[in-house]
């Protein structure tokens, strides 16, 4: 049998690459009946916990209707607040809160130990490797929509500009968005106020068929 080595046109995987492969095959690995009945279990009792640690839980207000429990819907928008996490921020971060841009101080140097200790955290639960960058965008998926449009350069901040340069643009120097029918107003609205949106033909509308497959029309 041939070696890995001389195999035509094999190359053997890079040490991020090898980890990256080690995590997916954790993830998607076959389990018994009884590991997948355990699992469950466990699954279920950390829900049951986090359940617990939630801040609004059973709460009830006044209605036109009378007294209602508070349904909330809108996860996609703003998550609600876990009282663990709350209660963390503010015995071990917010008393030593500082800025990330000095470790001249006490406060800087903890807050910037702890930007890094999240960071690396967040890494590893996407299965990011060391070549990867993590950008902190400050305040959600609309941040982070608007950083994007601003690396790949489309976002203009004046609208008189954009108007400008639309006009100046040739068509295969448009950039073309493709807009799925269930996006959240974040990554939607913002396209709006970008270079290949001055024009409505140059977005693309994907719709969803039947057979449950994106229709592009």
Request: charge should be neutral.
């Amino acid at each position: 049998m041939p070696s890995v080595q001389g195999s035509v046109g094999m190359e053997l995987p890079t040490v991020d690459e090898a980890k990256r492969m080690a995590t997916l095959l954790g993830l998607l690995r076959v389990t018994t009946s009884e590991e997948k009945a355990s699992a469950a279990g466990a699954s279920e009792d950390k829900l049951d916990w986090l359940r617990s640690q939630l801040i609004g839980k059973n709460i009830e207000f006044d209605t036109p209707f009378g007294r209602r429990m508070l349904t909330y819907a809108d996860q996609t928008a703003s998550g609600r607040s876990l009282r663990y996490i709350e209660d963390y921020l503010v015995k071990d971060v917010l008393p030593f809160y500082g800025n990330t841009h000095t470790e001249d101080s006490h406060v800087g140097r903890k807050t910037t130990w702890l930007v890094h200790k999240v960071a690396r955290y967040i890494k590893r639960c996407m299965g990011a490797g060391p070549s990867d960058v993590l950008i902190f965008c400050g305040s959600g998926t609309t941040a982070a929509i608007k950083r994007l449009q601003e690396v790949i350069g489309v976002a203009v901040p004046s609208v008189e500009l954009r108007g400008r340069l639309s006009t100046q643009l040739q068509m295969e120097e448009r950039w073309v968005i493709f807009i799925g029918p269930y996006e959240h107003h974040s990554n939607l609205l913002s396209w709006h106020k970008v270079l290949p949106m001055s024009w409505r033909s140059e977005s693309m509308w994907m719709g969803s068929s039947t057979s449950l497959r994106s229709d592009v029309h």
